[in-house]
Structure formats: C-alpha cells, structure tokens
C-alpha cells in the first residue's frame, strides 16, 4: 500500500521515490519467488507422502496439511490412479507396487496391530492379528508395511 501511495506521488513529480519504490517492489518479487519456492517443495513432498504410504495417509501427517494441500493430495491421487488404470491392458498396473526390487515373491511378515481379514489373490484369506507372523506375497504386502500394519521379518 505504501508503495502504491509512493508510486502515485513520482507520477506528480517527486522523482527521488523511484528508487524507494524500485527496491519495494525488488523485495515484494524476491519474498513472492521465495513462497512459490516453498510450495513448490511441498507438493513435491505430498507427491512423495503418495508413493511412500498408498492412497490413506496417516491422521498424524494428514493434521498438519491444509485443506488445500488436502485437495490436491487426492487429485493426485485419483489422476495417478487413472493413470495406472490405463495402463497395463484390464487390471491396470499399480506403479507404487515393488519400489525396491524385489529379491524373493514371498515375504515373512508380522502384523503390528490387528487389521482383521486379508484376501490374496488365489482366495485364500488370512486373519492379521496383533503379534501374528505370516509369508505372504510381497506385492500383496508392502502397501501394509507402508502403513504400519505389518513389518517385514528379517531372518
């Protein structure tokens, strides 16, 4: 506002507030590149939250976005998931499966909290339990390990 009012008085004249305003507005634009840069990293660091714990984040990561960032998170969400649909011919391919390579298909897991029932491809169902070890399919699994309901046993 200050320096709209400076702007309007070197139009009548006063020459000397050119540079006042110059600087002015230098350090609107500098504070304005740093706030794009600072959203930018975090949407970069939502995407990332993504790829790291599936589609539900966890109520703790989840309270200290804003609604917006909120939004955009499942935007994301559902255009990856349009994304993943398209690709890969009827069953779509899930992209955030196996973000490390997988050394063995089948894993030794043990369940950190009760989950209830857990269908595998082939019908077999498995009840996860709280302290419940299991050797399921890693594909099946990691999205659970991503979010804290099972670990993964190393022997």
């Known amino acids: 506002e200050r320096n709209q009012a400076d702007v309007s008085e070197a139009k009548s004249g006063r ?11 230098c350090c ?4 304005q590149r740093c ?23 966890p109520n703790t990561i989840q309270f ?4 917006e960032e909120v939004e955009w998170f499942n935007q994301y969400k559902k255009s990856l998931a349009t994304y993943m649909r398209s690709v890969g ?5 899930d992209l955030t499966q196996d973000i490390k ?4 298909l089948y894993i030794e897991v043990r369940c950190l909290r009760d989950y209830g029932e857990f269908e595998i491809d082939d019908g077999t169902t498995v009840l996860l339990k709280k ?8 594909w099946k699994c990691e999205q659970l390990i991503r979010q804290g309901v099972l670990e993964h046993v190393l022997s």
């Open 15 to 25: 020459t000397d507030l050119i540079f006042l305003i110059r600087f002015r507005h």
């Open 28 to 31: 609107l634009l500098r504070n």
């Open 35 to 57: 706030l794009l840069a600072y959203l930018y990293d975090r949407l970069l660091r939502i995407r990332a939250l993504r790829w790291e714990y599936g589609s539900v984040l």
């Open 64 to 67: 200290h976005m804003s609604a």
């Open 89 to 93: 011919g009827e069953e779509g391919l």
């Open 101 to 104: 390579p997988p050394k063995s």
């Open 131 to 138: 302290n419940s070890q299991h050797f399921l399919p890693r």
